[in-house]
């Protein structure tokens, strides 16, 4: 056996397998659908982007968002895949947390889709995700990011991260971004489809009450980036 079979081998036997139905041949339509039906609607969604303020000067501080994260409840499903931009929908959105970094109290977005400001008017939310531009380097694999029971019960145990790659946050904040270097998640109320707002992030992250749920989502969802980075 030579040595570079050897360490083939070996890189195989560290692989994880993709659950059963799917092989390294399966398309990204079959992973994404795979997803779709095997936990993708039990997933707290969040976005997350952080600028740091000496990129700025004084006087843009002030018209800044340095950093917003927010954290929505289950029941994205999917909705449409070209190529590989990804659509996530809710019909039933609710904004679990919002927290924002900001000198600037106008500048927090999402203000109006608190939970509770309205118990009569709901919303549907989209989630856009260009796969092809998801690092594969860069986030962090299921971990458990609480062991408090509360906090669990509402937000999910099991976190997985994912980054887009290349991106300019500078120029996102000063409205010169480019789409395709951004998730996007954008929420319109069902009784007024004038009415839209929207959060951009670099961070995208999938949280789950089980460790097997967030495990196999993992592997599926990487493989999808794997096949788009190509």
Request: with cysteine; net charge neutral; hydrophobic share 35%.
């Amino acid at each position: 056996m030579s040595v570079l079979t050897a360490l083939q081998i070996g890189a195989l036997a560290q692989t994880p397998a993709l659950p059963d139905g799917l092989s390294e041949n399966s398309s990204v339509e079959e992973l994404i659908n795979w997803l779709d039906s095997n936990g993708l609607a039990n997933a707290r969604i969040g976005v997350e982007t952080e600028v740091s303020d000496d990129q700025f000067d004084a006087t843009q501080l002030f018209d800044t968002a340095l950093s917003e994260e927010a954290t929505f409840s289950q029941g994205f499903r999917l909705k449409s895949l070209v190529g590989c931009k990804l659509t996530l929908r809710n019909e039933d959105l609710q904004l679990l947390k919002l927290l924002s970094g900001s000198y600037n109290p106008e500048m927090v977005r999402l203000r109006d889709v608190r939970v509770g400001t309205d118990p009569n008017k709901t919303y549907f939310g989209e989630l856009v995700v260009q796969l092809s531009d998801i690092s594969l380097k860069k986030g962090r694999r299921p971990f458990r990011h609480t062991r408090k029971t509360e906090k669990a019960k509402l937000f999910g145990t099991w976190r997985i991260m994912f980054r887009v790659t290349n991106t300019s946050l500078f120029e996102m904040v000063r409205g010169k971004f480019r789409e395709r270097e951004n998730v996007l998640i954008g929420i319109r109320s069902h009784q007024d489809n004038q009415f839209c707002k929207s959060l951009w992030g670099e961070t995208l992250r999938f949280t789950f009450d089980e460790k097997e749920t967030a495990n196999a989502f993992y592997h599926v969802f990487r493989r999808a980036i794997e096949i788009c980075s190509k």
